[in-house]
């Protein structure tokens, strides 16, 4: 009995005395065994030898570092990755912390050869308010860039040249977080390949003062980052080199080269075309699968340079380009407002631009001391262009010919401007309380010369009207701005914010208009309706507060704007007169979102904003370049108000890999400027000074109640397992109620369109990469005082990457459109078919021999539909056809690039990451 009662006690201190060592601190870092790099997601176990029930176990944080807490004394220590070989091996630990160093883990091929992700990985997460994108959740070919990536993604779409998300434009592109060719969205889309992108993040736009101010900008806009996979202390070095000869001496040549690290990044782009054409199909396009036909003569080069020290950057862009192009163009025009009820116009146009520019930027940001920051940024254009353009049109009323003009112009352009910015902003004694200062300042000048020649003929074939014009003009435009705000935290999660503005503007025009002398046979005629000499300023005051509340489900901002600007306009020539105006605005807003569970957040926006009328809009100086469309300024307005309310909601179902958004947009406008039109039925005079042939148009700005505006937008995202294929549906929805002034009677457009669209897009592997979608639009338009106008269009397109033997790929833009004009009963069924054939070469495969074959359906021209308050028309322009073009590219990358095994390794590790147990 005292033998068993001595073997208890001794059990229950020898428990004691383990309880009473404290934990031990065990550190350590996994690496890749070929690359030195880290090993995010590890699993790391300790097994305690003389029980090994006792674990402790952790996985490798995205340095591939990791940390365990245990207890004295010997363990097996384990280390493993899926596609990795394993790591056992002994260890004892002792009464202080440890670091057990370096652990290199090799690669199983044979495992990475056998093993396949079944899990649907998840194609967006929303973190907070970024919704982060998933590249690797869509496969897309070897060749796809940045923008071919984003075509497959949920909610993206363009709009009149603009990229959108979930209904909102995108305002700005970043590369890591940085500006990239100052603001040149297009070339970080098509730059950066899809091999190297980590993720892609949108957010909410933000200006620069918005960043140091924390007062919100009136316009709901995003910013897109693409974060790229470069390793730490390793140089990621990519590019592309691209060149073709085709048909009819066509060429092109398009290069760029890209050298990322942790502190520099260096890009140097370099292009030359005289054909339109893209030198490689690509998945990029949005459905419309016709080129532009007309001739062009670009070239151009640019560097983007970024370094990154101790917290401190320096950003420094150069883009230069020319541009040579001819343009050809027709437009039949259908008015549907009643004053212009059954006239129609006929035009057709050529026209030739010769442009060239430089622009550079320059930023500084200084971060380095934690209680201050300062950024710096200069921008420098010039601009030197010359013009030409001839035009005839033929206006008919009820089928009968009320006018015919023919019009010339020729025009050189020469300007140049400079802008400077500085945001600084200071930490103060307080946690939370900061001070921030902004100046800046604005110069710009504009020289011009012009000629104009213009015949218009009566319904009796009789000159109505003919100009024989030179022109001369000079601009000088200046601003300068300030602003002062101060911060103060109310508690951790809320702060408030005052601040001052000031802002002033001044612009000096002189232009002269020379009539042709019949007698010298000069332009020495003064022209007193186009000439003009004036000074202008506008200077504005505004006062701000904000409040601002942020907590893991609730983000709030409310504030308001309280704004008196004043406009002042003293014209010399030809009249002497001046007129002073003041403006005072009251512009509340708030922006409220609530995290409603995970993966799901809505969002409200209200925002009341005031447009104050441009000086050009008050100024009532003749503008004479369109002699059938005559217009001058109104000394009268008033300034218009807005209000607009948004709501905006967004869930994703991880597991499941869908993702769905609504986005709908209320807004009202009261003084709006909009344009009060006179339509001539007869040659006549406006207020005694302006001839305008009949059927012609006199328009000035005036102000109008009454305008609404409903926007909504749809997107749903999901996967089709069985089809190894990803399906986006989406529906936008626009109607507007416009006010219209037309000889002096007032009424009111309701205009409706509606596009409904679906894309299917393959998630099967990199051999096949297809995109199918469909389109269907439907607009109507119709003024309460005539009839309607309606018009529906489909485009259904299909672009195909496919590698489908060895090294041959064969690619593919294949779209078919139909347009119905109701109103002019026009109606259109045709198609674009592009075909292209290549094949790697090199042992590496990053060359590729290209044969592409465009449009080779030969639709000549191409229909663009318009609808506004007055008119709709149909816009028809050149389109490249029967061309054929041979082009060798090369990729450049500093690792085997996608496809390789540093690829697959790089991908599968992040793949297990995300779904490795311990980090659920």
Do not use: C
Request: glycine share 6%; proline share 2%.
């Amino acid at each position: 009995m005292m033998k068993k009662i001595f073997i208890y006690l001794t059990l229950i201190l020898a428990s004691f005395t383990t309880m009473a060592q404290s934990p031990i601190l065990i550190r350590g870092k996994i690496l890749d065994s070929q690359e030195e790099s880290s090993l995010p997601g590890a699993t790391v176990l300790l097994i305690n030898k003389s029980d090994s029930i006792q674990k402790k176990g952790t996985i490798t944080n995205e340095h591939g570092e990791f940390q365990i807490k245990v207890r004295p004394g010997q363990y097996d220590f384990q280390v493993s990755f899926i596609g990795y070989k394993s790591i056992t091996q002994a260890i004892s630990v002792n009464k202080e912390s440890s670091n057990l160093g370096l652990f290199k883990l090799i690669e199983n091929t044979e495992f990475l050869q056998e093993v396949s992700i079944t899990e649907t990985l998840p194609p967006t997460q929303q973190k907070g308010d970024t919704t982060v994108f998933n590249p690797q959740a869509f496969k897309v070919n070897p060749d796809a860039s940045a923008g071919e990536l984003l075509a497959k993604m949920p909610g993206f779409y363009e709009v009149d040249g603009k990229l959108m998300v979930e209904g909102e434009e995108i305002a700005e592109v970043l590369i890591d977080g940085k500006k990239f060719f100052g603001n040149n969205m297009n070339q970080a889309l098509s730059i950066i390949p899809n091999d190297v992108i980590k993720n892609i993040e949108v957010y909410e736009h933000k200006s620069d003062e918005e960043k140091f101010s924390g007062f919100k900008d009136q316009e709901n806009k995003k910013s897109l980052n693409i974060v790229t996979n470069k390793k730490k202390k390793k140089r990621l070095v990519f590019g592309d080199v691209a060149s073709g000869v085709g048909k009819d001496s066509r060429y092109g040549f398009d290069g760029n080269i890209n050298s990322f690290s942790d502190n520099n990044n260096i890009s140097i782009t370099g292009r030359s075309k005289n054909v339109n054409a893209p030198l490689k199909l690509n998945n990029r396009r949005f459905g419309n699968g016709s080129i532009d036909g007309n001739d062009v003569q670009e070239d151009g080069i640019g560097i983007n340079f970024t370094r990154s020290k101790n917290k401190n950057d320096i950003a420094f862009s150069y883009e230069y380009g020319n541009r040579e192009n001819e343009n050809q163009n027709s437009t039949i025009r259908t008015y549907t407002s009643e004053a212009l009820e059954g006239q129609m116009m006929n035009s057709n146009s050529t026209s030739g631009n010769d442009r060239g520019n430089h622009n550079m930027n320059l930023r500084v940001s200084l971060n380095s001391n934690p209680k201050s920051q300062l950024l710096l940024s200069t921008r420098i254009s010039s601009t030197d262009a010359n013009s030409k353009s001839n035009s005839f049109s033929e206006t008919f009323q009820s089928e009968q010919m009320i006018n015919e003009n023919t019009n010339m112009n020729r025009s050189e352009n020469k300007n140049y401007s400079i802008g400077q910015n500085i945001n600084y902003s200071k930490k103060l004694g307080k946690k939370g309380r900061s001070l921030s200062l902004q100046a800046g300042f604005d110069y710009g000048e504009s020289d011009s010369d012009g000629k104009q020649v213009s015949e218009t003929l009566n319904e009796l074939k009789e000159v109505s009207q003919s100009i024989n014009r030179i022109s001369d003009a000079e601009t000088k435009d200046a601003s300068v701005r300030g602003a002062i705000s101060f911060r103060e935290a109310i508690n951790k999660n809320s702060n408030v914010s005052i601040g001052y503005n000031i802002n002033y503007n001044s612009r000096e025009s002189d232009k002269n208009g020379y009539n042709f002398d019949e007698n010298t046979k000069l332009y020495s005629s003064l022209d007193e309706l186009t000439t003009n000499r004036f000074e202008n300023s506008t200077l504005k005051n505004s006062g701000r507060f904000s409040y601002n509340m942020r907590n893991k489900k609730h983000y709030l901002i409310l504030g308001s704007d309280f704004e008196l600007t004043s406009l002042k306009n003293e014209e010399s020539f030809p009249n002497k007169s001046d007129f002073d105006k003041d403006f005072f605005a009251f512009k509340p807003y708030l922006k409220y979102s609530y995290n409603l569970a995970k993966q799901k957040r809505i969002m409200l926006n209200y925002s009341s904003k005031t447009t104050t009328p441009s000086v050009q809009d008050l100024q009532e100086v003749i503008d004479l370049s369109k002699p059938l469309y005559i217009s001058t300024g109104n000394s009268e307005l008033e300034q218009a108000r807005s209000h607009s309310l948004m709501a905006f909601y967004t869930a994703s179902n991880i597991k499941k890999g869908n993702r769905l958004s609504v986005n709908v947009i209320v807004s009202t406008s009261n003084n709006m400027v909009g344009r009060r039109t006179i339509v001539a039925a007869n040659d006549t005079t406006i207020n005694n000074k302006y001839f305008l042939p009949a059927g012609g148009q006199f328009s000035q700005p005036v102000n109008l109640d009454g305008q609404f505006m409903l926007n909504a937008n749809v997107s749903y995202s999901l996967p089709l397992k069985k089809l190894k294929s990803k399906l986006n549906l989406n529906t936008r929805t626009n109607f507007s109620h416009n006010p219209t002034f037309v000889n002096d009677k007032k009424s009111f457009t309701d205009s409706w369109n509606l596009n409904a669209g679906m894309m299917l897009s393959s998630n099967i592997n990199e051999k096949i990469d297809f995109t199918f979608s469909s389109s269907s639009r439907y607009s109507n338009s119709k003024n309460n005082s005539s009839s309607s106008s309606e018009y529906i269009s489909q485009t259904t397109s299909l672009n195909m990457y496919w590698n489908f033997y060895k090294d041959l790929v064969f690619r593919t833009n294949a779209s078919n459109n139909y347009q119905n004009n109701y109103s002019t009963g026009k109606e259109d069924s045709y198609w674009h078919l592009n075909l292209g054939l290549s094949t790697k070469v090199f042992k590496s495969k990053r060359g590729e021999v290209s044969l592409t074959a465009y449009d080779i359906l030969s639709k000549d021209d191409e229909r663009q539909h318009i609808t506004t308050d007055l008119y709709t028309a149909d816009y028809f322009t050149n389109q490249l056809t029967d061309f054929y073009m041979l082009t060798f590219s090369y990729k450049l990358r500093n690792s085997k690039g996608k496809g390789g095994k540093f690829e697959r390794r790089k991908r599968f590790r992040g793949d297990m990451r995300r779904y490795n147990p311990m980090m659920m």
